[in-house]
């Protein structure tokens, strides 16, 4: 059961115990209303712009591994490759405050490449502070239904590094799918576009397009996670059930599709590079610096394969 919870209810503090029923339970939940309550209709249909740009526009901010002459490497437009049927634009803080850019010697706080758009930055910006405002107050409630010191939602998250990530899953011809990714189910054959996995850091807050497609696991198989109108699906992070000691679930889950174009934006909250994570109580593992974490993970993803980064500590 993926409980359903009001936006404001979430923002007024008033759903902690949904929101932690959700998050010891599925591992999923759903925000209703925030398109109605946020505005975000339309900043975000101007972000999706950028797939429809001339590609001279969308060449200009390729990050490094697919353009060399591009000094990005964590932010910035990727395509698809030998390991990858996925076009997207991973976007930093400072689109939103840019005096959160870092000066390039972290791959992790570079700057975020602004494509040739009008109006485009401006969206985004928007966009990317009301993800913000809406993982801060998420992240309040959790800390409280865990039991912890809410305070460490400032002390961790003051300065996030958080990623907001246009995605583009393409029609494939089903004739050039592998094998491997071709899913058998009562709905029909479908193409696994996104193999199984958990997500790297603390929250993530997703809008999916009508077409649909994300499959969560669940103890009898893997069940469909719909489009919700109006609204974002929500699941937690890998660090964050390491952090709860598995009182909160990262649950695996996918993305079929293929038959037809698919959008999404997911947002990725997450803590300040640099912010060092102790265990909470019952919690598992040794203290660790968080941008260390999460590149030793983010580097198995395709997109990232053969990237280098200096360790923070």
């Not at 583009?168 to 004739?175: F, Q, T, V």
């Not at 996918?254 to 947002?267: C, D, H, I, K, Y």
């Not at 265990?279 to 990237?307: I, K, Q, S």
């Amino acid at each position: 059961m993926i409980p359903v919870i009001p936006v404001e209810a979430v923002l007024e503090g008033r759903a902690d115990a949904a929101i932690m029923s959700g998050a010891a339970g599925s591992g999923f939940l759903t925000l209703a209303g925030v398109d109605a309550a946020l505005g975000l209709a339309p900043p975000r249909a101007a972000m999706l712009g950028f797939f429809g740009a001339p590609e001279p526009v969308r060449r200009a901010v390729l990050r490094n591994k697919y353009d060399p002459a591009s000094r990005h490497v964590y932010r910035g437009h990727f395509v698809p490759d030998g390991a990858g049927v996925l076009e997207g634009f991973d976007i930093g803080p400072d689109i939103a405050w840019p005096e959160r850019a870092g000066d390039g010697g972290d791959p992790l706080t570079e700057p975020t490449p602004r494509p040739a758009i009008p109006g485009w930055a401006a969206a985004t910006g928007a966009y990317y502070a009301a993800m913000s405002r809406l993982g801060m107050a998420l992240t309040r409630a959790l800390l409280r239904g865990l039991g912890a010191d809410e305070a460490l939602a400032e002390r961790h998250f003051a300065r996030s590094i958080s990623t907001l990530r246009l995605l583009r899953y393409p029609a494939l011809d089903p004739a050039a799918i592998a094998p491997d990714r071709v899913v058998e189910g009562a709905g029909g054959r479908r193409f696994l576009m996104t193999r199984a996995h958990t997500d790297s850091g603390f929250v993530t807050l997703l809008w999916q397009d009508r077409t649909g497609g994300l499959q969560a696991e669940g103890p009898d198989g893997w069940i469909a996670v719909p489009p919700a109108e109006g609204g974002l699906v929500v699941n937690f992070g890998q660090m964050l059930e390491d952090w709860s000691g598995g009182r909160i679930r990262a649950t695996p889950h996918r993305v079929l599709g293929g038959a037809a174009e698919r959008f999404s934006v997911p947002f990725f909250f997450e803590p300040a590079v640099d912010a060092r994570i102790e265990p909470l109580a019952g919690g598992a593992g040794a203290a660790f610096v968080y941008g260390d974490f999460l590149w030793e993970r983010m580097v198995r993803f395709p997109n990232f394969h053969g990237v280098t980064r200096r360790p923070a500590a």
